[in-house]
């Protein structure tokens, strides 16, 4: 059974930083598609960044490019965000998920509708 179980959210000012991580079990030391998404109050869940299976591709919605960067530890066991130059429009419950299906096109890893599994989310606040 995968569980993935997110850590790392916390209250910060903006320009600030945090660093999420997501650790995962289930599926032996084998990690598939993996994903952060984040929702805001009132919002839809929208695809913040995606690695390929393999941790050769990565994937970022086009408002956290050059600011976000996701990464998986060498044994794939704990997938990371690393949030830099926090705004408050970041604010949301950012939450890991992953898939076993692969996708067709490079903007299907950031829809929410090609993964599986999710975890319970960790909420991140980001003050002005």
């Known amino acids: 059974q995968v569980q993935l179980v997110e850590s790392g959210g916390g209250s910060v000012q903006a320009g600030g930083s945090l660093r999420l991580a997501c650790a995962a079990s289930?599926?032996?030391?084998?990690?598939?598609?993996m994903g952060w998404f984040r929702q805001a109050p009132g919002k839809e869940r929208e695809g913040v960044a995606a690695i390929r299976a393999g941790g050769g591709s990565t994937y970022y919605a086009e408002s956290v490019k050059g600011r976000f960067t996701i990464s998986q530890d060498n044994r794939r066991a704990t997938l990371y965000l690393q949030m830099n130059s926090l705004e408050p429009e970041d604010t949301g419950m950012y939450y890991c998920?992953?898939?076993?299906?692969?996708?067709?096109?490079?903007?299907?890893?950031?829809?929410?509708?090609?993964?599986?599994?999710w975890g319970q989310g960790t909420q991140v606040t980001v003050s002005s």
């Open positions: 289930g599926f032996g030391y084998v990690r598939y598609n």
């Open positions: 998920a992953e898939s076993t299906t692969g996708a067709v096109w490079a903007d299907d890893y950031l829809k929410a509708a090609l993964y599986s599994y």
